[in-house]
């Protein structure tokens, strides 16, 4: 059996707890691979390793840290068939989904390579008579990335892209379920040139985790994952003076207007609620339809259903891929079995592929969803799209404005006035308009509002940046000996 190491100071380093915690092939429901979890002390190991490169790190110049970056993303791109394959092995989604994945994961390193012009600080000459003021931006040290097992590649460049490119140091923990990617993302980043110990990957669980909170040379941690672990890794690393970006669950919202194009509605909501079988913190979980629109928008959208090739990431004609695990599978299908006084429209536990030894749920499709269901208020994480019916577009906005998440939302309208009123008054940190998965693009930022986002700064991008960095502001004087003189008053710039 295959064992799944970690990297520390440049190298693939083997496990020593003897706690193995399995890697299962998804397609086929057998293991395939483990990790041995990181104890405290291999953990500290890699912050040790991690402290000891950041000297030497942050001393580089811009130059030479958008160099690496550059060279990373170009063996990223050759290596692009390779990750992509990794990702669908252990994750299960379908080979041109992980693809997908990784373009946008490529996006970030080419943000992150533009670091020489986006770290400029500013200048102001003569500030005061002789004086000139500045600001620079200064990495913080050793920073930690924990990981979710949805997005095995494109995440954890998310934070590392930029951290490193700032002149931080990194510690990876990604999630033990699909780990083996986080090797070959480490090793590509050696033959880019950065230095040993620059960035190091532990494999594990809780352990891990909460000695990278703990241990006092991280100085910042993030994270993606489920709301009540984002909330306790914030509330638990902030109070120990640590800077946090939390990213949490997510009930993401899309309101159909009766202007719609019922059918480009329709192909979104299937796109947006099934891609990656759900498994996405920006998938669309809820179908807002207003009024008359919602007969026909259901309709559509069970005609596309029965057109999903549902298989594993082997299958070139598959669209959608497994579940991660079984116990997770079984959890969705529980939503199903307690839908309750809602319409079960498709039910994916009756698709053929469900009876297969993989973990494997078909596309399901739940109408008339009270807002006091589990199916409404809890975070499936699962192939399984509910609607709502409203009778006006105010009820279809207080509903989102007043759930819990607040991470991504979407209108499908074709009157510009509405979609402009949407956007301005819903409570939600990405807004799609007649944009089924509005992620944003590398150089802008990703992060909800609410329960979905705990931290100010949200993540990549500018407010990546200054995640990774604190502003330093330098006041300065060269005067001539000859008139300097003690002053005790407070100085004064006029």
């Not at 494999?203 to 006092?216: C, K, M, N, S, Y």
Request: hydrophobic letters at 45%; aromatic letters at 8%; charged letters at 20%.
């Amino acid at each position: 059996m295959r064992e799944i190491r970690h990297w520390i100071d440049g190298a693939a380093v083997a496990g020593t707890s003897g706690r193995q915690l399995p890697v299962w092939d998804p397609a086929t429901g057998e293991q395939q691979a483990y990790v041995v979890a990181a104890t405290a002390a291999e953990t500290a190991h890699a912050v040790a390793a991690a402290k000891a490169a950041f000297p030497s790190w942050r001393a580089a110049s811009l130059s030479r840290r958008a160099e690496v970056m550059f060279r990373f993303r170009e063996l990223v791109d050759a290596n692009r068939k390779e990750i992509a394959s990794l990702v669908s092995q252990e994750h299960g989604k379908t080979v041109a989904d992980a693809g997908g994945e990784l373009a946008r994961g490529l996006e970030n390193i080419e943000f992150a390579a533009g670091a020489p012009h986006l770290l400029k600080g500013g200048y102001s000459e003569q500030a005061s008579t002789g004086v000139d003021v500045y600001s620079i931006r200064q990495p913080l040290g050793v920073v930690a990335g924990i990981t979710p097992f949805n997005f095995p590649a494109m995440v954890p460049m998310w934070m590392f892209c930029n951290a490193l490119v700032c002149g931080n140091t990194f510690v990876l923990k990604p999630s033990e379920k699909d780990p083996s990617v986080s090797l070959l993302l480490a090793d590509l980043l050696r033959q880019a040139g950065l230095p040993d110990g620059a960035f190091n990957v532990v494999q594990g669980d809780r352990e891990a985790v909460e000695t990278l909170i703990d241990h006092p040379d991280v100085q910042a941690l993030s994270f993606v994952g489920s709301t009540p672990i984002a909330r306790h890794i914030y509330q638990t690393a902030s109070g120990k003076g640590k800077r946090v970006q939390a990213l949490g669950g997510a009930k993401n919202h899309m309101v159909v207007l009766p202007d719609a194009d019922v059918g480009a509605a329709a192909d979104a909501a299937v796109s947006a609620g099934y891609g990656s079988a759900g498994e996405r913190c920006m998938a669309v979980s809820v179908v807002v339809a207003v009024g008359a629109v919602g007969d026909p928008l259901v309709a559509a959208i069970k005609d596309r259903i029965a057109r999903i090739a549902v298989g594993p990431a082997s299958d070139p004609a598959a669209e959608m891929g497994p579940l991660i695990s079984r116990e997770h599978r079984d959890k969705v299908a529980g939503y199903l079995a307690g839908a309750g006084g809602a319409e079960v429209v498709v039910d994916g536990r009756d698709a053929p592929i469900s009876e297969s030894p993989g973990f494997f749920l078909g596309a399901s499709l739940v109408d008339k969803v009270p807002t006091d269901s589990p199916l409404y208020t809890d975070e499936i994480f699962g192939p399984v799209l509910s609607v709502v019916r409203t009778d006006t577009y105010e009820q279809a906005l207080e509903l989102v404005n007043k759930n819990e998440y607040g991470n991504g939302t979407a209108i499908f309208t074709r009157d510009g006035g509405a979609a402009r009123r949407f956007q301005y008054d819903v409570n939600c940190g990405m807004v799609g308009v007649n944009v089924p998965v509005p992620v944003p693009v590398a150089y802008y930022s990703f992060g909800g509002w609410k329960s979905s986002l705990f931290g100010d700064l949200h993540m990549y991008g500018p407010e990546g940046l200054q995640f990774y960095t604190r502003s330093k502001v330098v006041t300065a004087r060269w005067p001539d000996p000859a008139s300097s003189t003690v002053d005790l008053g407070f100085p004064e710039v006029r």
